[in-house]
């Protein structure tokens, strides 16, 4: 599996990729995502700001997701147990409809987690719909701890954190290194 930035030419398959997904969530009975959001225009915007990524395996697309540092005020509600500015925050995380139920929700959040450790990101933040089970358990299968909420259009969610790695200062040198 190999991560990359999206590009603005791979819009439609994105957009049919998101709506596919959106089928299967309503199928479930989990209504989080529809026709206003996320929308095209949402997702073309992403790309364009360099912020959307793809998880690719044998050329195919096997999930696309969005990390950045923006966030709605909801987010200053939270109890974030990291309390630096070295945090970048995932939205959108949306498993291609041909791999849901094959365990790449999991391998592509390793891959993504591998990726911010590697980039010195010291933690990963995001919000959850409360009515998502499949998320919920994702998320907690893979240490990520709830640390507030707050309700949308949609109804309640909650925020969520993983700390991977905090660093600290060397006693001797008094720079900054990796645990």
């Not at 969530?25 to 793809?54: A, C, G, S, T, V």
């Not at 709605?72 to 291609?96: M, P, Q, T």
């Not at 849901?100 to 891959?111: A, D, E, H, I, P």
């Not at 990101?121 to 299968?141: G, T």
Request: charged share 30%; glycine share 6%.
């Amino acid at each position: 599996m190999e991560l990359r930035l999206v590009k603005i030419e791979d819009i439609n398959v994105i957009d049919k990729i998101f709506k596919h997904s959106i089928e299967n969530m309503i199928k479930n009975n989990i209504f989080q995502w529809d026709e206003i959001y996320p929308n095209k225009e949402i997702l073309e915007n992403d790309i364009r700001k360099n912020q959307m990524y793809k998880i690719i395996l044998n050329s195919n697309i096997v999930s696309v997701f969005v990390l950045n540092k923006e966030y709605d005020k909801e987010y200053l509600s939270a109890k974030w147990e990291y309390d630096g500015n070295n945090f970048v925050i995932l939205h959108r995380l949306c498993v291609n409809a041909e791999y849901q139920n094959r365990g790449f929700g999991v391998k592509t959040m390793l891959c993504i987690e591998k990726h911010l450790k590697n980039n010195g990101i010291e933690s990963i933040r995001l919000d959850v719909f409360s009515k998502n089970p499949i998320a919920l358990k994702l998320y907690n299968k893979l240490g990520y701890k709830r640390t507030g909420e707050a309700t949308g259009r949609k109804g309640l969610f909650y925020f969520m954190e993983k700390i991977m790695w905090r660093a600290r200062t060397s006693p001797v040198s008094g720079k900054w290194r990796k645990p």
